[in-house]
C-alpha cells in the first residue's frame, strides 16, 4: 500500500504518464478508483523502500525488483503503474505501461508466492459485485479496457493478464456461477485468442458469448469513439456458433486446439470441401512443417527450397510458377504477421523457436559477463582439497576434471561437460557438486534429466537430490525463478531448445548452471545454429 501510495504521488509528478491517461479519456475518479500510478527510476525506487525499511531481498521475493548483471534493478521504470489486487483487495502485483517508446508496450510482474498471471484477472476486485449480481463477467485483453469498460457503466469488467484464458481461470469462474463474456479486438491474434478461450470454456460447460470489435479497435477505443457498446453486446455469438462459423470459414483453426494437429485438420478441411490451394491451407501447412522439420532434424529454420518440397509432398502439389508463387505470398504474409522470421535470405524460422534461441545466446552472453565478476574462491588450496578429494573417490583424476575444479573453484558460474560415455562425467559432476556444497547448502543443489532413468542414475552416481526436467517446470511454475544455487542438467543433447528456453528462463544470475552431455549420443534435437 506504501508503494503504491508512492507511485500515485510519482504519477501526479509526471505530468507526460498523467497526459497520456486524459488523452486515453480516462478520468480522474477513475484513476483514483484504480490506483494508477507511476514507476520512476531504480535508484527512485530502491531509495523509497529504505525509507520505509523493506529489505531488497523482500522486495526481490515480491517481485518490486529483480536481479541483472549490473545489479539489482526494479522491474517496472519510467512506466505507468496498473496495482493488481487479491480477492480481499490487497495489492499483490503491478503491470506497466511504457511511456518511453519501450518495445514491449505493456509488462506484468512474473509469478511470486503472492501472485500468478494465469489464474489472475485485473478488475476482478472492483467487478466481483455487480457479476454476481449480474451473472456474467466480461472477459477483455487489457488494463485500459476494464478502466473505460467500468466507466462506461459495464462494472463487471475484467482482463487477463498478458496471457490467454487458461483453466487455471477457471475455479475462479464456476465459483462466481457467472455466463462469460468475451470482448477482443477483431484482429487475427483476437481471433485465435477467442477461439481458444470459447474452445476451452465449451469444453467445461461455461455457457455465454463472443464479441469481437473491428479489426484495429479495442474496447478502450470503442468507447473513446463514442460507439454504441450496447449493440455490440446484444449482438454476441455464442461459444459454438462462434467454433462452427470459424472452423467453415478456416478449418485449419483448429490447431488452435491442443492435440489438434495439422494432418488432423487437413482431413476435416477437405472433407468441407475447402480449396485445396487456400491461403489458409498452405499457411498452416507451412507453419506445421518448419516445426516438425526443426524437431526431426535438430535445426532452428529451414531454407526454402527444402520447405517448397515439403510442401509439395504435404498438400500433393507439383511446383510450377503458379504454386511457388502461392507459397512465397503465404511465406510473406506469415512474415508480415510475425509468425515466422526470415534468418537469412533464403531460411526461415518459427517465431518461438527463433525468440527461444535468441534469448538461449543473450543467456550465455550475460553469463559470460558475469562469469568475469571477481569471486571469493571455494576452497583456498585446491591443489590439497584435489589430494584429499582422490583419497576419497580411490583413483586420481584427469587434467581435464582437474581443469573444471579449477573453473568452478575460481567462481565460474557456467560449465559444460562434454564427453562420451565412459570418459567421466559422472565422476567430474559428483566432484564439482562436492566441492560447491563446500558453499551451498545440500537442499539447494538439483540434478536434472528429461528421463526419470536419467534422472535416477545421476542421483545415485552423485548423491544429489534429482527430478526430471517436467516435474521441476510444474512444480516450479508459480516461481519466477528455480529455488536452487546449482542445477545439474544431465543428458544435455536430448534437451530441444523450446524445453531448454524453459529451462534457463527459471535460472537465476547468481545460480552455478552445470550442462553435461554427450555429442555422440544423438543429434542436439532442437539446437541448430545454438
Known sequence: ???????????????KAYNYLLERDIQTNSIEKFGLGFAPSTAKQIKFLEEINVPLE?????????????????????????????????????????????????????????????KSFYGLNFAR????????????????????????????????????????????????ECNVLLAYDGDKAGINAAFRSASLLLQNSFEGGIV???????????????????????????????????????????????????????EIALALGIDTKSKFRIESAINFLIKEYCDNKGNSSIENTELFKMLDEALKFES??????????????LIKNGELFNTTSDRYSLKMLYYAEKTILEFF?????????????????????????EKTLGFSLSQEQKKALKLINKGANTILLIGYAGTGKSTSSRAILDLLHQRYEYDEI?????????????????????????????????????????????????????????????????????????????????????
Open 365 to 389: 552472453k550475460r553469463r559470460e559477463k558475469l562469469s568475469h565478476n571477481k569471486t571469493r574462491k571455494i576452497v583456498s588450496n585446491l591443489t590439497e582439497y584435489i589430494k584429499d578429494l
Open 446 to 530: 538439483i540434478c536434472i534429466a528429461l528421463s526419470g532413468i536419467a534422472t535416477q542414475r545421476i542421483y545415485e552416481t552423485t548423491g544429489y537430490n534429482g527430478s526430471t526436467i517436467q516435474s521441476l517446470i510444474i512444480s516450479s511454475k508459480e516461481y519466477d525463478k528455480l529455488p536452487y544455487k546449482v542445477i545439474l542438467l544431465d543428458e544435455a543433447s536430448m534437451v530441444n531448445s523450446m524445453l531448454f528456453y524453459q529451462i534457463i528462463s527459471k535460472i537465476s544470475d547468481d545460480s552455478v548452471f552445470k550442462i553435461v552431455g554427450d555429442d555422440g549420443q544423438l543429434p542436439a534435437i532442437g539446437a541448430g545454429n545454438i
Open 1 to 15: 500500500e506504501k508503494l503504491n501510495q508512492f507511485y500515485i504521488q510519482e504519477l501526479i509528478k509526471e505530468k
Open 58 to 118: 523482500k522486495a526481490i521475493e515480491l517481485g518490486v525488483l529483480a536481479k541483472g548483471e549490473n545489479g539489482v534493478y526494479a522491474r517496472l521504470i519510467d512506466r505507468i503503474t496498473f496495482p493488481i489486487f487479491s480477492a480481499n483487495n490487497r495489492i499483490i502485483a503491478y503491470g506497466g505501461r511504457t511511456i518511453s517508446n519501450h518495445p514491449a508496450k505493456y509488462i506484468n510482474y512474473s509469478n511470486t508466492k503472492l501472485f500468478n498471471k494465469s
Open 212 to 266: 469481437l470489435f473491428p479489426e484495429g479497435k479495442d474496447a478502450a477505443d470503442m468507447i473513446k469513439n463514442g460507439e454504441d457498446l450496447e449493440s455490440f453486446f446484444s449482438n454476441r455469438i455464442n461459444f459454438s456458433q462462434f467454433i462452427i462459423e470459424k472452423i467453415k470459414e478456416n478449418p485449419y483453426i483448429l490447431t488452435k486446439i491442443k492435440g489438434v494437429g495439422f494432418k488432423r485438420a487437413d
Open 320 to 333: 510450377d510458377d503458379e504454386i511457388i508463387s502461392l507459397y512465397q505470398d503465404s511465406i510473406s504474409s
Open 129 to 176: 459485485e455487480k457479476i454476481i449480481r449480474k451473472r456474467e463477467i466480461i472477459i477483455t485483453e487489457g488494463y485500459i479496457d476494464v478502466i473505460m469498460l467500468h466507466q462506461a457503466g459495464y462494472s463487471n469488467a475484467v482482463a487477463v493478464l498478458g496471457t490467454s484464458l487458461t483453466s487455471e481461470h477457471l475455479p475462479m469462474l464456476k465459483k462466481m
